[in-house]
């Protein structure tokens, strides 16, 4: 609640209503956000066209490889995974995407790079091709070692931005102190690739976080 709190006063956000309830399973949080934006100027899922370049903002896999650490049994000190214990909502990104035009879609990564990127492909009826060696993965632990391809691909909990850019409006390199990297490409066909340096494509099929799957 503390961290919670502490958030919402960051980025100036009252704490609107709240409700008590019991549970046999212990304690159980349901938290919604409400906002506003200008009206018709919200960037969608659904804007992304052929030839639009993809970035993603920071590094991607922190949150979930302290999970991983939590599932093996150990500890993970909150110094060397913050994207898991402290999350920092790209508020300040989304709002300068959105007010220099430069975005035509966005989402969040909350479920992971794979789900949310066929997120944008199915709303915009496009295809993507991604670079694996592009993808920024995070540094953990002690060592700052990057994650595993595969968190970063799949993980999610993140909070990062994924977005898309017209090929003749490129993003900044940084904003807020947050950096930019382009990923990949949205294409004509309904498939998502994923391309290695070597040269091989496989097809990358969403492995994140699917709701109402068991």
């Not at 709190?5 to 019991?22: H, K, N």
């Not at 700052?144 to 968190?151: I, N």
């Not at 990949?184 to 109402?212: C, M, N, Y």
Request: net charge positive.
């Amino acid at each position: 609640m503390r961290g919670l709190m502490a958030l919402a006063r960051e980025c100036d956000v009252p704490l609107a209503g709240g409700d008590t309830a019991q549970s046999p399973q212990g304690i159980l949080a349901d938290i919604a956000v409400a906002g506003t934006v200008p009206n018709g100027s919200a960037v969608l899922r659904s804007g992304a066209r052929p030839g639009d370049r993809i970035y993603v903002t920071g590094e991607l896999g922190g949150g979930s490889a302290a999970l991983k650490e939590f599932f093996a049994g150990r500890k993970p000190r909150p110094a060397d995974f913050p994207r898991h214990f402290r999350p920092v909502p790209r508020l300040a990104v989304g709002e300068f995407l959105r007010g220099r035009g430069i975005a035509t879609a966005m989402i969040d990564l909350s479920d992971g790079l794979s789900t949310d990127l066929s997120h944008i492909c199915e709303e915009s009826d496009v295809g993507a091709e991604i670079v694996a060696e592009d993808i920024p993965r995070a540094r953990v632990g002690r060592k700052r070692e990057r994650v595993d391809l595969k968190l970063a691909l799949h993980g999610g909990e993140d909070y990062e931005l994924l977005f898309t850019t017209p090929a003749h409006k490129r993003a900044p390199a940084s904003i807020a102190g947050v950096p930019m990297t382009a990923i990949g490409d949205i294409t004509r066909t309904r498939r998502i690739v994923l391309r290695k340096s070597t040269g091989v494509a496989e097809p990358l099929k969403p492995q994140g976080w699917e709701h109402f799957r068991r």
